[in-house]
């Protein structure tokens, strides 16, 4: 896909704001829906699924998510990243808004995903 506008760029922090607020909410009713389908109880089982922004694990970016077996819905997801632009980092100094969460290989970002869900 082409890069996005950038005459549109001013209304992407509030277009994400809004994404992430509508996201949040969907997933609440997600657990809340889990758990009335599941008598009430919170043990949910859920199949974990990873997706990445490029193929065979050299992703910087990628995304494990959590859906319950009972809804089909998902619950939660875990966003990871290994990109950084911190002009610091060689120093392994890092800016206070830092978006990396993750140092490692691409493949064990997966697994770190699951384990931050889980
Ligand atoms: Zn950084």
């Known amino acids: 896909m082409p890069p996005p506008i950038t005459k549109h760029a001013s209304y992407d922090s509030i ?3 809004a994404a992430k607020e509508v996201t949040k909410g969907s997933m609440v009713n997600a657990v ?17 699924d990873d997706t990445w922004q490029k193929r065979d694990h050299t992703s910087l970016n990628g995304v494990v998510s959590a859906t319950s077996i ?32 993750f140092i ?11 384990k931050q869900i889980i």
């Open 15 to 17: 277009l994400a704001s």
């Open 32 to 48: 809340n829906e889990a758990v009335e389908t599941n008598d009430n109880c919170r043990d949910i089982s859920v199949a974990l």
């Open 70 to 101: 009972d809804t089909c819905k998902i619950i939660v997801v875990a966003l990871m990243s290994k990109f950084c632009h911190c002009s610091g980092k060689l120093k392994n100094k890092y800016d206070a808004d830092c978006q990396a969460n």
């Open 104 to 114: 490692g290989s691409s493949g064990a970002m997966a697994v770190a995903g699951a």
